[in-house]
């Protein structure tokens, strides 16, 4: 495989397991060379490099930029990361599908349907990929999970049920002007529940057709909500049920999926860190144990030791996915058109919570701008 050039634009909190990522495409699989790092803030690049240990010998060879046009006329990068405020996937995006990049947003896509189609629209044109960070597609197993309950191997999907009490202080939201705003990020569910969302309705297989939703601001000085609620009809008779939110303890993260079949059920997630799985066949015997094993010696074969030392940071498998895709001219596995989808579905959530009913899908266009004022201005 030729070897790609990379940049990565914005070099905050989850820019540095990218950076990790990318380290080990460059170093270990020799797939890319990372070739600039670009944000406005000064020094930020710089102070990226050291938390991640980039070593001396590769440091000479990034670029840093501050601003990320002139970068992508400059360096003509193979590959984008795109790590900034939500509000700026888009634009940011299209400029560097304009300069002929594959990409990859962060979650969410975009903050509109309108945006995510440009996007879409824009790279098919150029047959570029685009890849969104929903990194529980790379969590161990999930894929095989993903696999066996589309190839029927549980039976009929009745339901699934998903939780993420992912807590957060007030200081969490009061680290950069941009979160919990509606025009650059949004809250519980468009920001920490977009994951889980997009990981249940992948693994429940079927898109949604109607949303019932309802959010709330509880207890932080935000914009938008710190708690929603939703119940999704998907087609073929399957139910989705979602609850997410950020006022729990921040020592106790939660993200819990449950889906029930008719010959089988699953359960699994992760709790302070801890991650935990159930897998129940048609006889009621635990086969989590099996998956694991299968899961364990593939990614042996893959990569040895080092693949195995990867799965601490997901952003890894999202990394090799992509960059195969881009090479293969496949779509990623977590690939625009799911990204939108994931944000299609929190936008209804958001929409039947402003409108007070349930709302149809396919939505036409709904902005999350559009609930400025949904609560009062200020707790
Ligand atoms: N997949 C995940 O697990 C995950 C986790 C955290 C955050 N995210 C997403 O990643 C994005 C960034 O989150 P974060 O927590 O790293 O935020 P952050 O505020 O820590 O970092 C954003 C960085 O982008 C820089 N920036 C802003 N505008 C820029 C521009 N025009 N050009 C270059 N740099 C610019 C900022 O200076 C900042 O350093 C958000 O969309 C968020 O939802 C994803």
Redesign the pocket.
Known sequence: MKKMKYAL???????A?HLKAALYQCRKLNTIEIAAL????EG?AEDLMDSVGVPKRLRTGIRVY???AQMLEEVKPDLTAI????G??AV?GLKAIAAGSHILL???LTLSLAEADQLLAAANEKSLQIAV???YRFFPVVQQLQADLAAGKFGQILYGDVKVRWGHDQSYYD??A??GTWTN?GGALM?QSI?ALDLMIWLLGKPALTVNGRVDRQIHRMQAEDLGFATLQLADGIWCQLEGTTNTDPERQEASFFVRCTEGELRAGIMAGRPRIEVIDADGRDVSGRYMRRFISQKLREGGLGALKQLTN??SGLYSDWIQAAAAGRSPIADGASGRQAVEMVLAIYKSSLLGRQVELPLTDFKLEQMAGYFPEQL
């Open positions: 634009i914005g070099c905050g909190k989850v820019a397991k670009v944000d406005t803030r930020a501050k601003d990320y790590t900034t405020p939500s700026s996937h940011i962060e979650k969410p960070g929903h990194i680290q950069a941009w979160r990020d920001n994951h997901p952003h």
